[in-house]
């Protein structure tokens, strides 16, 4: 209840407009749920803290109402049977980049980076699915704005009219316009973000739309909350086909590791820097040292991992027991055991391949 003196709280309104820069914001696509309901979220984050949500959508049943916009009760039932045994009518909803009230809403969720042109690319699947919704979101001006070649710098709008050319959306439509037991708003979102990270989801989210996702924060006004660490994972490592086996090792450890050490104190200090220095070393090995040799990557995995802040940052027991302040016992990080193992298995693969 409110006090006498206490003002009301003003409604929250988002902006209508978002200056973003293609090459330096960072862009996040994040599988959601909220209680029984998975649902998608776009949007900037910087570092780990979230900064705008761009576009929320997530697929509902899709009920027929009476006159006065009622669902009846028969229709529910109808709804529930042709769910259960065979398929029922649904949509995506557009949910909107915000709400009006704080609300402190709990969910769990996944995040993974994605690029401006992938942001562009959802936003086009999305004008290109408009049947049921207008799919209110942030666009810019027009395509040329979009993609102007130099113009790092863009305005994005929030509207739902259509600014972008179509795409193809014909297998999209067949799993987001039915809903059952085997084609749940959870099997649509994660279809969503395989379409625009061209990669499969991580294991760590079931496909059951009861199943909490990994990670956990709070919705305050509709969007995550700025005091709670918000991860964004890279790229999966099926993102960029890597074609080496012994890269394609490497790098899937890193990405395991850093899904993994989220789950254990995710508030710390310790884990967010932790989770930017794995990320960093993932991102230049897929990045500009895509290119190097095994002995050149694990000269350069090990240069990095002693260096003085790295080593520092690495080298923290998150989790430390009785034993730990025994003098005569040192025990070393996961993430640095990890490490270990990675320079291990490149060096036992330089071996083979040069005595093999």
Request: a neutral charge.
């Given at each position: 209840m409110q006090s006498k003196n206490q003002l009301p709280e003003s409604d929250y309104q988002p902006p209508e407009s978002l200056n973003v820069n293609k090459k330096t914001d960072h862009f996040f696509i994040s599988i959601n749920k909220k209680k029984g309901h998975s649902f998608i979220m776009l949007g900037v984050y910087d570092q780990n803290k979230f900064r705008h949500v761009l576009c929320r959508v997530g697929k509902v049943a899709d009920f027929e109402a009476d006159e006065n916009g009622e669902v009846n009760y028969p229709a529910k039932l109808q709804f529930l049977c042709n769910a259960l045994f065979f398929a029922s009518k649904a949509f995506l909803k557009n949910e909107g980049v915000s709400r009006k009230k704080r609300g402190d809403v709990p969910i769990t969720y996944q995040a993974y980076d994605i690029s401006y042109e992938q942001y562009i690319e959802f936003v086009r699947i999305l004008e290109s699915l408009r049947r049921h919704d207008a799919y209110k979101c942030y666009k810019p001006d027009s395509a040329a704005d979009s993609f102007a070649i130099g113009r790092d710098e863009v305005t994005l709008t929030?509207?739902?009219?259509?600014?972008?050319?179509?795409?193809?959306?014909?297998?999209?439509?067949?799993?987001?316009l039915e809903l059952n037991v085997g084609n749940t708003c959870r099997h649509s979102a994660i279809a969503l973000i395989e379409e625009v990270q061209h990669a499969p989801i991580s294991s760590l989210v079931s496909s059951s739309f009861l199943m909490n996702l990994p990670y956990e924060t709070v919705l305050e006004y509709g969007h995550p909350s700025e005091n709670i660490p918000f991860y964004v994972l890279p790229p999966p490592p099926g993102s960029f086909h890597e074609s080496d086996k012994a890269k394609e090792k490497v790098i899937t450890k890193l990405y395991l590791r850093m899904e993994n050490m989220l789950l254990l104190e995710p508030n710390s200090q310790y884990t967010q820097d932790k989770f930017l220095k794995l990320k960093e070393l993932y991102l230049n090995i897929v990045g500009p040292q895509k290119g190097l040799s095994l002995n050149e990557l694990l000269r350069s995995i090990h240069t990095w991992k002693e260096e003085k802040n790295n080593k520092r940052v690495l080298n923290v027991l998150r989790k430390e027991y009785f034993w730990d302040s025994l003098p005569f016992i040192k025990r070393q990080s996961a993430t640095m055991n990890l490490l270990a193992e990675v320079e291990d298995d490149l060096a036992a693969e330089i071996a083979n391949r040069t005595f093999g």
């Amino acid at each position: 209840m409110q006090s006498k003196n206490q003002l009301p709280e003003s409604d929250y309104q988002p902006p209508e407009s978002l200056n973003v820069n293609k090459k330096t914001d960072h862009f996040f696509i994040s599988i959601n749920k909220k209680k029984g309901h998975s649902f998608i979220m776009l949007g900037v984050y910087d570092q780990n803290k979230f900064r705008h949500v761009l576009c929320r959508v997530g697929k509902v049943a899709d009920f027929e109402a009476d006159e006065n916009g009622e669902v009846n009760y028969p229709a529910k039932l109808q709804f529930l049977c042709n769910a259960l045994f065979f398929a029922s009518k649904a949509f995506l909803k557009n949910e909107g980049v915000s709400r009006k009230k704080r609300g402190d809403v709990p969910i769990t969720y996944q995040a993974y980076d994605i690029s401006y042109e992938q942001y562009i690319e959802f936003v086009r699947i999305l004008e290109s699915l408009r049947r049921h919704d207008a799919y209110k979101c942030y666009k810019p001006d027009s395509a040329a704005d979009s993609f102007a070649i130099g113009r790092d710098e863009v305005t994005l709008t929030l509207t739902s009219e259509k600014k972008l050319p179509p795409v193809n959306v014909k297998k999209l439509n067949t799993n987001l316009l039915e809903l059952n037991v085997g084609n749940t708003c959870r099997h649509s979102a994660i279809a969503l973000i395989e379409e625009v990270q061209h990669a499969p989801i991580s294991s760590l989210v079931s496909s059951s739309f009861l199943m909490n996702l990994p990670y956990e924060t709070v919705l305050e006004y509709g969007h995550p909350s700025e005091n709670i660490p918000f991860y964004v994972l890279p790229p999966p490592p099926g993102s960029f086909h890597e074609s080496d086996k012994a890269k394609e090792k490497v790098i899937t450890k890193l990405y395991l590791r850093m899904e993994n050490m989220l789950l254990l104190e995710p508030n710390s200090q310790y884990t967010q820097d932790k989770f930017l220095k794995l990320k960093e070393l993932y991102l230049n090995i897929v990045g500009p040292q895509k290119g190097l040799s095994l002995n050149e990557l694990l000269r350069s995995i090990h240069t990095w991992k002693e260096e003085k802040n790295n080593k520092r940052v690495l080298n923290v027991l998150r989790k430390e027991y009785f034993w730990d302040s025994l003098p005569f016992i040192k025990r070393q990080s996961a993430t640095m055991n990890l490490l270990a193992e990675v320079e291990d298995d490149l060096a036992a693969e330089i071996a083979n391949r040069t005595f093999g």
